[in-house]
């Protein structure tokens, strides 16, 4: 099984994971424990990153053919 990153968080009894994902019995965990300073710059970024794509995908940014793109 390839390693993957689950979103999850401890309601004060259990850790639970925050999407249902398919976990084989034994499977074998690492736990990372996140600030909750690290949300806000996480958010931070990820709108930060949202911005960017917005301008760089926007409804005016031209659709270009595979033909368009040259190899280097």
């Known amino acids: 099984m390839p390693s993957i990153t689950l ?3 401890f ?3 259990s850790i639970i994971l ?3 994902f398919q976990l084989p019995a ?3 965990l690492l736990v990372t424990v996140v600030s909750p300073s690290m949300d806000a710059d996480r958010e931070s970024w990820a709108d930060l990153a949202g911005t960017g794509l917005t301008h760089a995908y926007g409804d005016d940014e031209p ?3 595979l033909t368009d ?3 280097v």
């Open 63 to 65: 659709e270009y053919a």
């Open 11 to 13: 309601d004060g009894q």
């Open 18 to 20: 925050d999407e249902p």
């Open 26 to 28: 034994n499977a074998r």
């Open 69 to 71: 793109v040259r190899r």
């Open 7 to 9: 979103n999850a968080h």
